[in-house]
């Protein structure tokens, strides 16, 4: 168990409605992560952060912003939802400096009508 | 472009025999690759990992292989379980570039039949 939270668990929304999930770790990891999880598109990454106020980009960051104000919360927003950005949004962490595995939180499942 | 891709999105299997699950990658810079398991409304676990200085890596009942030349790993499960039925994931990194950022591929469906 890596210690990391999600909420909400699950969240439905309307189209045009701004959205915001959080991640809460309780370990102090410098690195986390957040993906999406799409049938036949396995995980993919949207924005990542590499310490306070340092996050950079992923694959399909188009439609998302992230901050990072303290150590253990990395929030995912949505500015303006769209049916497009429904799924499954996980946050992972990295273990540590010399360890490359990262660990993942529960997931959020959000719904965009 | 799909650079990880498991060309297999099923498979089942008879409890006690071996799952194999197969991955391709097209990037030449991947020089780490990882597998998860993951459960429904669950987060993907971390399986086993393998650096590309080694082609084989095993821990209990799971070993996994990295053929470099072939851009080509596998993961196999010896003996399959009924608890193994799962959706499994190979991701991979370069670990030289920023962020330690994973790529995973689309998974493949692992059904263990008792």
């Known amino acids: 168990d890596a210690g990391i939270t999600q909420s909400p668990r699950h969240k439905v929304t309307e189209t045009g409605t701004p959205v915001t999930l959080r991640c809460h770790q309780t370990?102090?990891?410098?690195?986390m992560y957040w993906y999406r999880q799409d049938p036949g598109h396995g995980l993919r990454l949207i924005h990542y952060?590499?310490?306070?106020?340092?996050?950079d980009k992923g694959e399909v960051s188009d439609g998302y912003s992230v901050s990072r104000s303290k150590t253990e919360d990395f929030l995912l927003t949505l500015e303006s939802a769209t049916s497009s950005q429904t799924s499954v949004y996980f946050c992972?962490?990295?273990?540590?400096?010399?360890?490359?595995?990262?660990?993942f939180g529960p997931g959020t499942r959000l719904t965009v009508t | 472009d799909q650079q990880v891709k498991q060309n297999s999105p099923s498979l089942s299997v008879q409890e006690g025999r071996i799952s194999i699950l197969n991955c391709d990658y097209t990037?030449?810079?991947?020089?780490?690759f990882l597998w998860y398991k993951k459960y429904p409304a669950e987060g993907p676990t971390f399986l086993i990992s393998?650096?590309?200085?080694?082609d084989k890596n095993e821990d209990g009942r799971f070993t996994v292989f990295l053929n470099k030349s072939a851009k080509h790993l596998s993961l196999h499960i010896v003996p399959s379980q009924p608890g193994d039925s799962a959706v499994y994931f190979c991701?991979?990194?370069?670990?030289?570039?920023?962020?330690?950022?994973?790529?995973f591929g689309g998974g493949t469906r692992v059904l263990v039949k008792p």
């Open positions: 992972a962490i990295r273990a540590g400096s010399t360890s490359y595995e990262q660990y």
């Open positions: 370990e102090n990891h410098r690195y």
């Open positions: 952060s590499y310490g306070v106020k340092d996050t």
């Open positions: 990037n030449s810079m991947f020089d780490y």
């Open positions: 393998i650096s590309s200085i080694k």
């Open positions: 991701a991979a990194s370069p670990l030289k570039a920023a962020g330690n950022k994973l790529t």
